[in-house]
């Protein structure tokens, strides 16, 4: 078993909850400090907890009468988290605080009894990953301030980002000025929204760098893996720069423990509501691209949440729909497609290999074994155990580009609900493939960023094609007011009704792969010191 069963025994549990790799490559296993500040774990396995803890239904639904920087906390103690509990308090109540534009930090939209909507995207950068990002910088720095003390590390951090779109910018907004610490951003070239481009462009803060990398974002994302797989790399870094790198990505554990938190949350909140009956199971449907939203929603089934079934949405890029269905994760040869929903343009899903070890019991020799043939034949398929256990949790489903823009048009037609395209994708795939529980939809994104294709959507025109020439010339901004005034007066947050008005401060293009990428980040350090 995985998860731990309900203290009830006498004997004591362990203080600091340690975290080992999920290719069995490091010598000893670390604490959470150690784990978010080295990001990727040595030999290029992901950290995992030894333990995770479980709640009881009755401390789940408690969590309702908390404010929601109080339940996050709750479940970082659960964690064992090696910083004192009233650290973990504080740093938390910073992370979802004035910052988010609801006091509900994540608040449930419901339809009907069988369709609820968790609206993560209520954060300064209006997506999902304000959620995680909000709160990774704070124990970031905190666990460095630790392991400083411990006369553990003297040198500071570079954090490397490949982004498909909403990392980049949630990653930029939290760790922008934040002291010890730089941030390097890569995005696929034209391969994000007008919004998301500008978004990065022009943050502010004298410790960020954003570069636009020619290819896609499995080259970003591959590239700088590749980054830190190079000891000697790290080595210059530390002796010319007094600098390590570190990731904010989803293969940091740091970023995705809060994800955890929101869907235990959300069942309460559900509960508290009246949404379902104490107890009663749900079905959770994520847009998924590299696994680690929808793994957060597995962790928290371990905990003891009421989550049956968890419904996997991908859109044309159906890599993991094809793996959940068949039990082969194969690239070779697919063609990656640009999508309305581009932040799930992703072939190489780097959390799946987290789930992977959790359902076969752990077993690291296994998981080496197919991240090497995936490394070297571009696919790997699991044995049938480990198939068995994966399609006993999770189901699956693909939705073409123009089935996610008639989502779009149809939901707002009928419920007079705005939803941008990763949620439409999810929305789509919850409706094929519900059963007889509630489904809780994870929406990912406000539909302003991808105000391109909404207007398509809302204006029946194909994906890809031509907007008409009074709405072709307008910016992403004066595009999403046009949207607003067609929708009937629809939001747009702040943050993203403004950036015309902001100077554009990086606009650099590198070519794909790990030499330009180390070569890039020389220069900025070079520039920084």
């Not at 959940?324 to 999508?339: C, E, H, K, Q, S």
Request: overall charge negative.
């Amino acid at each position: 078993m995985v998860a731990e069963a309900p203290a009830s025994s006498e004997k004591e549990e362990p203080m600091t909850n340690l975290y080992t790799d999920t290719r069995g490559r490091m010598d000893a296993n670390v604490p959470f400090t150690e784990a978010v500040i080295k990001g990727l774990a040595d030999g290029g396995g992901l950290f995992v907890p030894e333990r995770i803890p479980r709640l009881s239904l009755e401390e789940i639904c408690s969590l309702a009468n908390l404010p929601y920087a109080q339940r996050a906390a709750v479940i970082y103690k659960k964690f064992q988290v090696d910083l004192p509990d009233a650290e973990i308090d504080r740093l938390m109540q910073a992370a979802y605080g004035s910052n988010f534009d609801s006091p509900d930090i994540c608040p449930i939209t419901s339809f009907d009894d069988g369709t609820h909507v968790l609206e993560l995207w209520h954060g300064p950068t209006s997506a999902f990953k304000d959620m995680a990002l909000q709160c990774l910088p704070l124990f970031f720095s905190a666990s460095a301030a630790k392991l400083r003390e411990e006369g553990k590390i003297d040198n500071t951090f570079l954090i490397l980002v490949a982004t498909s779109g909403d990392t980049g910018k949630a990653a930029l907004e939290g760790f922008a000025d934040k002291e010890g610490v730089r941030i390097g951003v890569l995005y696929p070239h034209g391969g994000v929204s007008d919004i998301q481009h500008k978004q990065m462009a022009t943050q502010t803060g004298d410790n960020v760098m954003v570069w636009a990398v020619r290819g896609n974002f499995d080259d970003c994302q591959t590239g700088v893996k590749q980054t830190f797989a190079d000891p000697a790399f790290a080595q210059r870094l530390l002796e010319e720069h007094g600098v390590a790198l570190s990731s904010a990505n989803s293969i940091n554990w740091g970023r995705l423990l809060p994800q955890v938190v929101y869907y235990v949350s959300g069942y309460a909140q559900l509960a508290a509501a009246g949404k379902l009956e104490t107890g009663a199971p749900i079905d959770v449907c994520v847009p998924t691209g590299n696994f680690g939203n929808i793994l957060a929603a597995w962790y928290a089934k371990q905990m003891g949440t009421p989550i049956e079934r968890l419904l996997c949405a991908s859109n044309e890029n159906r890599v993991l729909t094809d793996f959940i269905n068949t039990g082969t994760y194969d690239i070779a040869d697919r063609p990656f497609v640009l999508t309305p929903s581009p932040s799930m343009d992703i072939l190489v899903s780097s959390n799946l290999e987290r789930q992977l070890f959790e359902l076969t019991g752990r077993n690291a020799r296994a998981i080496e074994g197919w991240m090497e043939d995936l490394a070297r034949d571009r696919k790997f398929r699991v044995d049938p155990q480990t198939f068995s256990k994966l399609r006993h949790d999770f189901a699956s489903d693909s939705v073409n580009s123009v089935e996610c823009l008639k989502a779009i048009k149809r939901v707002h037609d009928e419920r007079g609900y705005l939803l941008d395209p990763h949620t439409a994708v999810a929305w789509e795939v919850a409706e094929r493939l519900r059963g007889e529980n509630p489904v809780l939809i994870a929406s990912t994104a406000h539909w302003a960023k991808f105000g391109v294709n909404v207007y398509r959507a809302l204006n029946g025109i194909e994906p890809g094609g031509d907007l008409p020439t009074e709405a072709a010339c307008l910016t992403g901004c004066q595009l999403n007011r046009l949207i607003a005034t067609q929708a009937g007066g629809a939001a747009i947050p702040a943050g993203l009704a403004d950036l015309d008005d902001r100077p554009l401060r990086f606009t650099e293009v590198i070519e794909a792969g790990k030499p330009s990428i180390e070569q890039s980040t020389l220069g900025f350090l070079a520039d920084d010191d």
